[in-house]
């Protein structure tokens, strides 16, 4: 079965400041994705970023980063100097090949100006 | 870039009416899935279609729900009789059937769904 724990379930900060959203995973998929996405109070799910389980390279778009350790089974997200405009609930997800996409609970993101 | 097309994007019925939610996903994907989302929960899985047919489902989708791909185009999600506790958010789903590539799940806008 597949778990995804986000066990942040609410986290304020100020603006300017960075936070990381954590995110651990169980799966016994040997090939599996990984997802963030970000809801804001519209309500619509944006899709971040999206990383299979053989790139465990960290990526940088921006304000945002994500470090995937496989030893650890984590898929943190970084915002770098947040803003207002990144309040949000972002999800962690774990898919793999073509079954359901599990979700984590969710984090709630208050930046705080 | 392509998008999954919801619609409507709010609902209003009264308990015990049917509904459909319509969704338009990618064109060239191939795999369609329905997502629910209680106000403030998680997002939960209900159902995955391929190739005409359910492939997964959970169980929440129970009798009261089906799925169609009635054309080339529209996915839809069909509650036959509302409860008040249908009361949601929708979200439909398309990915491309792609072998060991980088692919993923593109989630519509979604649907909200308030069963009076």
């Known amino acids: 079965a597949q778990k995804v724990t986000q066990a942040q379930t609410e986290i304020s900060v100020v603006e300017k400041e960075d936070v990381t959203l954590d995110c651990v995973y169980e799966?016994?998929?040997?090939?599996?994705?990984l997802f963030w996405y970000k809801q804001p109070p519209s309500g619509e799910l944006v899709f971040l970023i999206r990383?299979?389980?053989?790139?465990?390279q960290n990526e940088i778009s921006g304000r945002y980063s994500w470090n995937f350790q496989k030893s650890t089974s984590s898929f943190n997200f970084t915002i770098t100097a947040s803003q207002v405009v990144d309040s949000a609930v972002y999800f962690c997800?774990?898919?793999?090949?073509?079954?359901?996409?599990?979700f984590g609970i969710g984090t709630k993101l208050q930046v705080i100006p | 870039e392509p998008e999954v097309t919801q619609t409507p994007s709010h609902q209003v019925t009264q308990m015990g009416q049917e509904v459909i939610l319509r969704c338009v996903p990618i064109?060239?994907?191939?795999?369609f899935y329905w997502y629910r989302q209680i106000l403030g929960q998680k997002v939960e899985f209900l159902v995955s279609?391929?190739?005409?047919?359910?492939?997964?489902k959970s169980e929440i989708f129970d009798d009261q729900f089906s799925v169609e791909r009635p054309d080339g185009s529209n996915f839809t999600l069909k509650i036959r009789s509302t409860k008040l506790e249908d009361s949601a958010m929708y979200f439909c789903?398309?990915?491309?059937?792609?072998?060991?590539?980088?692919?993923?799940?593109?989630f519509g806008s979604g649907t909200r769904l308030t069963v009076v």
């Open positions: 789903a398309s990915s491309e059937a792609s072998l060991g590539g980088d692919y993923g799940y593109t």
């Open positions: 799966t016994r998929d040997t090939t599996y994705y």
């Open positions: 990383r299979n389980s053989f790139d465990e």
């Open positions: 997800a774990l898919g793999g090949g073509y079954q359901k996409v599990t």
């Open positions: 064109s060239n994907h191939l795999y």
């Open positions: 279609f391929y190739n005409n047919e359910i492939s997964e």
